[in-house]
């Protein structure tokens, strides 16, 4: 790679690289060898927010677009000029301005937490929340269709994304397996991470359990799926191809159940045809509030407390990537982590000015990392796909487990 790419290391203020010119080394080796050294740490974590899940192909999106086109295209195409004017006149709330321009989340927020008070306190109900809560129906079907890529995933044309899930997870899959397993977080709704899982045959705890009807109960998030290694005495090995999910903001395939036998009305359905989720009456995507509690109530809060049980934990890196720390309540409990001495941050993004990112950087904390830059071939080293291809260890064994996944598919279509 020529050394006058615009690639960056910080390591608080200092950018890093500039030695590694004085030494001669190619700024790509330097990052691989530093993220090399933190694979093998002891407590090892993920936060993966929406510019994961975003693929631009040809100047179009494959995949789920991040919140600011999102927000765009759903008020310009989808939210006719009444209810503007409505929501305007109502609530004073002008979908062109602040926070509401560009991010459909805290929209979407916004209306549970003014029809939430409506409806505990029965306030107008009657002429507001038929209202209220048919633009919420709009907006959350909205979302649900842009996760979901339903059309895109049909026609394979999200493909590329896909494969890219799956490298990631199958590079993290070879990391010291004596090491307890890599904790990914995540803000995203839609279920990419876990149909690579699937595919690659990989375990997972996200907070689940159950046979047919999978309810939420966070203290599976305590367990681990081992092996028995030795019959004659209880000695247990934690199986390699293990990882514990948790999607903070909720998923597309939650739905609020009132099982009567449940301490928890959460269910995690398998049938995730646009046509079936957009049928269902609540769909758990943040932060929409099961009837009894408030928007922060369960699962949200039981899933907030493990970020913050994680992140507190001695010798822990969370590694984000996508994520543009638009989110207060993620970043103070990160913010938070910083009282533990041992804590690591690195951020895959840009400081770009106006940004967190750069009052991150400004701090001079030679403990948050923040890499990225220009490649070559016109992506972003803090990209995903430049993360995933350029700084995770490139491992000898993804070519065995792709020779293995071709081989499968050749025996497949001899047996038809």
């Known amino acids: 790679m020529p050394k006058d790419e615009k690639v960056y290391f910080y390591k608080g203020s200092d950018n890093v690289l500039e030695k590694a010119e004085k030494e001669n080394r190619e700024p790509l080796d330097r990052i691989r060898e530093s993220f090399g050294k933190v694979l093998d740490g002891k407590n090892l974590s993920f936060l993966l927010g929406s510019g994961c899940s975003s693929f631009i192909k040809d100047s179009f999106e494959v995949g789920v677009p991040t919140m600011v086109p999102m927000a765009k295209e759903f008020y310009t195409n989808v939210l006719d000029a009444t209810h503007h004017a409505w929501l ?70 999200d493909q590329d994304l896909s494969t890219l899930y799956e490298v990631f997870y199958r590079k993290l899959l070879y990391r010291n397996s004596n090491l307890p397993k890599p904790n990914i977080f995540t803000t995203n709704y839609d279920i990419y991470t876990e149909t690579a899982l699937d595919k690659l045959g990989v375990h997972y705890v996200n907070g689940f359990s159950g046979g047919i009807k999978k309810y939420f109960n966070p203290t599976i998030f305590n367990y681990a799926l081992a092996e028995k290694m030795d019959l004659s005495q209880s000695k247990w090995n934690v199986i390699d191809n293990f990882f514990y999910l948790y999607k903070i903001h909720g998923s597309i395939n939650w739905i609020q159940d009132n099982e009567e036998s449940k301490l928890f009305k959460v269910r995690e359905i398998q049938e995730t045809s646009l046509a079936n989720l957009q049928r269902m009456e609540t769909v758990m995507i943040h932060p929409t509030p099961l009837k009894q509690n408030a928007s922060l109530g369960s699962p949200y809060s039981d899933l907030f407390r493990e970020f913050q049980k994680k992140l507190m934990q001695n010798n822990n890196v969370l590694v984000t990537i996508g994520y543009s720390f638009s989110d207060e309540h993620i970043n103070n409990l990160i913010y938070q982590a910083f009282t533990i001495p041992s804590f690591r941050l690195i951020v895959l993004g840009n400081p770009a000015p106006d940004t967190e990112i750069i009052k991150l950087k400004s701090l001079n904390d030679p403990r948050i990392w923040i890499i990225g830059g220009d490649l070559d071939n016109g992506s972003k080293l803090h990209y995903f796909n430049g993360f995933v291809a350029e700084i995770l260890p490139d491992l000898s064994n993804d070519e065995i487990d792709s020779k293995m996944e071709q081989a499968i598919k050749i025996l497949l279509k001899k047996n038809e």
């Open 88 to 157: 305007k006149s109502e609530f004073k709330i002008d979908l062109t301005l602040g926070a509401f321009s560009k991010n459909l989340e805290f929209f979407l927020g916004t209306l549970h937490s003014i029809y939430f008070y409506f409806d505990s306190t029965k306030q107008e109900c009657s002429r507001v929340g038929l209202r209220l809560n048919h633009i919420i129906e709009i907006s959350r079907n909205y979302i649900i269709e842009k996760c979901l890529n339903e059309k895109n995933k049909i026609a394979k044309i």
